[in-house]
């Protein structure tokens, strides 16, 4: 089910607050020395197209964003451990300046709760008087916060807190806490008293367990829906984040230093900017309208200027990806910061001029952007992933339709941007059809020829937090297990079929299969050696060093920067063919073995939505705004033990 709506007019942070509690923070830091790790938790059996390479070499916007807000804040001990690169890490084993940390951070998605699970039970075993404060978030806890906290007293695990919202969230229950520590006290123990206290009630958008007598989770307090903050530029600076980083190991422990800035571009090959947050349209499948409160939120173009600069400059990133929902939802804010980059690049700035976007946006938009895209072109965006989903509107209506789409595709290619697609298979949808384009191939085929050079395709399941989330469950649609094998979180991430009533569910795996090895297979790749979808106006455009410099060189370096140029627009097609089919194979043999269990039939389905074996309420003892339809209510009202 969705978020609820906070009360219309207090969906936002007042302006400026963001901005105030970090000052706040720096004042209270310098006295309290502490040591923090943060980990995003990453199960690596979820390495599949679409998402491989992504997912190692671009650090997750999350925790580099709490990274960042804990060194703005003045704590500058503090280390980013990806799991993507450090699948050897244990908590239990970690020291940071020579001591366990005092702060244990978690970040997940729902598809990597396994590997969530596993580093918070690792650090339940540390000695509960040298323990760290445990604290979880993530997408994952936003929705399922109750997933971190254990229910089996015969096995006591679990977060201490879990943070449901942004980075506002963390930084006010950091200074509530630390308005109560005491000289050399562990920051659990000053914790437990705020908790005890009913310090964190007043705390939107935390969920912390409330324990009996004897020690044993009693219930969970849910102190509501967080509030956002509006405007963007009073976030952190990303570069902070990336000084952060633990380096690359097989070893269970940390590291002396976290890796360097000059060697931080050999793992990590491209950068995440949140640009925008929020988009207009309310598909009944996607939580973000409802998690954005309805609320457009965005940076303003200097802020995205100087971050593109700075994370040029000390880093050594040109390649970035804007973490939008859907960066032309605005067209007044999209043209002004498109706008703002074209005029650094027409200025000569090496960091604009060098710097290559992607970002997301739907095909309506697009349109309704078409006399600006040259503009966007050369603000350095030349790639948009557009939310098709389904050519055809059948699925979902957002403006696309077969022509619009079409002349949508011919509008970025004749402007320099490639067009890379989104699609959804459903239920409904065949895999091919004579005379039209409902088939799932038809519409691959069309997009291809359209010039698409990327594709995603993923099957449509239950996403936390959408309109039609619960119901899926009630009436049965989800799978709970398949051929006596359970299905787990890694299993919802698009690429397993885990929610359809459609007689035969294993030829709807098997279509998905068959359209990636339709649009990436070596006959493709040979025909992109003799005409590449790539080669399209601008594609070899030559940005850096600008015209003027570029004249003064010898011939020889002009003549090789030209042809380097043309050589990359010209392969890029041909390589983007070698990684779906390197992509491929890591694809066939899961989504292959699970079309077989599928086959067998024997599929056991859910008849209710996942929700809390805990009791939860709020922290007056009325219902948990976090708490989906089946969870145990906690009746009795909280006492506070002082």
Known sequence: MELPHRAPGDELLTPGEMIHIRQRLRRLSPRQNLTTVIVNAFDHRTRMLPFLYADMTMPPAGVRAIGSAMLDAGFGKTRIV??????????????????????????????????CDALIRDACRIDLERRPLIIS?????????WAVFGSDPQDPWGADVAVTGEEYVLLNLLETVLSIRAKMESMRSAFVRARNEGLLDAIPGLVYAKPDEKGRTEALVDTGIQRLVGDLDELPHPALGYRLLEPPSRLATLAADAVSADRLHSHSRAASLVMTAGCKFGCAFCPI????????????????????????????????????????????????????????????SRAHCRAILGTEATIHDTLRMK????????????????????????????????????????LLRGHGIFPNPMLIHHDTQPCYTRNNTCGLLNQVQVLRRAGAVNLQVLMLGPAPGSKVFESEYISGNVFQSVNGIPVEPRHLDGNYLVSSRHPRPWSRQLNLLMAYLYFYNPLRCILALVSPKSRIPFADVVTWPPPDVLSTLPLWDRIRARTEQKLKAYFLDFGLQLFGIWGLMHTFPRSLRWSLHLMRSKIKRHTQAPASSIPMCSPDGNEASH????????????KRDG
């Open 82 to 115: 990806l799991q993507q690169w450090n699948r050897g890490f244990r908590p239990f084993q970690m020291r940071l300046d020579g001591r366990i940390p005092d702060l244990f951070m978690v970040s997940s998605l729902r598809i990597h709760a396994a590997a």
């Open 137 to 145: 978030g993530g997408p994952r806890i936003i929705y399922e916060p």
């Open 289 to 348: 309208p409802a998690y954005n409160q309805h609320q457009y939120r965005s940076k303003s173009a200097e802020r995205i200027k100087d971050e593109i600069r700075r994370l040029y400059d000390e880093y050594h990133f040109f390649a970035f990806f804007g973490a939008d929902d859907n960066f032309f939802n605005n067209r007044d804010r999209a043209l002004e910061i498109s706008e703002t980059l074209a005029r650094e690049v027409t200025a000569g």
């Open 371 to 410: 006399d600006h895209l040259a503009v966007v072109r050369k603000a350095g965006i030349v790639a948009l992933w557009l939310g098709v989903e389904d050519i055809t509107a059948s699925l979902v209506n957002k403006g696309q339709g077969n022509e619009k789409t079409l002349d949508a595709f011919r």
């Open 627 to 638: 708490a989906t339809p089946g969870t145990p209510r906690f009746h009795s009202m909280l």
